[in-house]
């Protein structure tokens, strides 16, 4: 149980640090439309290139936990500097179970969730 403990720990963690980067991202823009410099699209490569592992390798109920804090922060803090990020990771989420994250994205718009 602790091992389980512990792994939640850190994926929240890992996934709320994640979106305090995406926060402080340099507005997109310049000639090609992209978020900052070379360095910056990288890392943003980089985190959603792991990202894809990661919600594969998900349990259950951690992949819950994670839609559940990707969806909130989704629908109430993201800026408009992280919207092509936040949507990169929802749809590392929609990429491992695409019926729940679907489901709940129906529900927040149905005025359900």
């Not at 850190?10 to 000639?31: A, D, M």
């Not at 803090?77 to 994205?105: F, S, W």
Request: aromatic share 6%; charged share 25%; net charge neutral.
């Amino acid at each position: 149980m602790l091992t389980n403990l512990c792994r939640a720990d850190w994926v929240t963690s890992l996934f709320r640090r994640i979106l305090s980067l995406y926060e402080n991202l340099p507005e997109e823009g310049g000639r090609r439309n992209t978020t900052g410099g070379k360095s910056e699209e990288a890392v943003l490569k980089a985190i959603k290139n792991m990202l894809d592992v990661i919600c594969l390798h998900l349990s259950e109920p951690l992949f819950d936990l994670v839609l559940k804090i990707v969806f909130e922060y989704a629908t109430t803090t993201t800026r408009a500097n992280a919207v092509r990020a936040i949507g990169q990771m929802v749809a590392c989420l929609a990429r491992t179970n695409p019926q729940k994250t679907t489901d709940v994205e129906v529900q927040y718009l149905r005025g359900e969730g």
